[in-house]
């Protein structure tokens, strides 16, 4: 079974990320969304809450589970049989940075990173972007589904 993980933080889940993930799980026989918890960000929904939501808006993908891991995302692959780690790209600035992470992954462990290149429509896509929007009354409803419009309208009310 080939197996792949899509890591991240996912605060909230994006149009970009669902994009992402909806065209990995036509490669894989199996797709893990991994909630990864860093501890260089300040989250706006807990990782449980977070976890609701994926799952919510990662229904109708048969081949799509979703977990949470804290530590090195190799180490998650080797405990989980996991061959493949699957990024999204917006930007030269993301592949710099990436390129660095697939390269000590596969010299770590063995475990390959695939890219994709994040579908032009959504492309300027963040997180970041979403919550500071939503935080000053932005509409962000072409950024996330209704579902994750209305946990944010909630969280951060808008100014």
Request: aromatic share 6%.
């Amino acid at each position: 079974m080939r197996r792949a993980v899509c890591p991240g933080s996912f605060d909230p889940i994006t149009f970009g990320h669902l994009d992402i993930i909806a065209r990995a799980s036509a490669h894989f026989d199996h797709v893990v969304i991994a909630v990864l918890e860093n501890r260089t960000k300040s989250s706006l929904f807990t990782v449980d809450e977070r976890i609701e939501m994926i799952q919510e808006t990662t229904s109708h993908l048969s081949n799509v589970s979703v977990d949470s891991w804290s530590g090195l995302l190799v180490d998650y692959c080797k405990s989980n049989s996991i061959q493949a780690i699957v990024k999204g790209l917006r930007a030269v600035s993301d592949f710099d940075y990436e390129l660095q992470m697939a390269q000590v992954n596969l010299q770590g462990s063995g475990v390959e990173t695939m890219f994709m290149a994040t579908s032009p429509t959504h492309s300027f896509l963040s997180s970041s972007l979403v919550k500071e929007l939503a935080h000053y009354g932005g509409d962000v409803s072409t950024m996330v589904p209704a579902s994750i419009n209305a946990a944010l309208k909630l969280r951060v009310g808008g100014k």
